[in-house]
């Protein structure tokens, strides 16, 4: 069973920057994809990203192409999420999951549907 645990959220002040984790254990296939998302009270879930081994480059959500950037530690089945340039409005739960066909799609990457197994998420609040 695949199991993803994120780790790094925090509170940060607008402009400042925070990292955020995503190991997976119990990967089965070779290849993996691994989205991020987040979720703002009484907002829909939002795809913000998703990166492969077997994509040329990762996408990104409008909302963050610039500011945020995804890296890959394959040796550590980890993925990591690079936030730059925070804004209130990027405040929120940040969960990553894990595309169940195992590779990113540009048409379907931000659908929550193409992902079959999430982390508990954690929280991300971007506050003076």
């Known amino acids: 069973q695949v199991q993803l645990v994120e780790s790094g959220g925090g509170l940060v002040q607008p402009g400042g920057s925070l990292r955020l984790s995503c190991t997976a254990s119990g990967l089965t296939y070779t290849s993996y994809a691994i989205g991020w998302f987040r979720q703002a009270p009484g907002k829909e879930r939002e795809g913000i990203s998703c990166?492969?081994?077997?994509?040329?480059?990762?996408y990104y959500a409008d909302s963050v192409r610039g500011r945020f950037t995804t890296s890959r530690d394959d040796s550590n089945k980890t993925v990591y999420l690079q936030m730059n340039d925070l804004r209130p409005d990027d405040t929120g739960v940040y969960f990553c999951a894990s595309d169940r066909y195992h590779f990113c799609s540009s048409l379907q990457f931000q659908q929550p549907e193409r992902y079959d197994e999430w982390g508990q998420g954690t929280q991300v609040t971007v506050s003076s």
């Open positions: 990166t492969s081994d077997v994509n040329s480059r990762p």
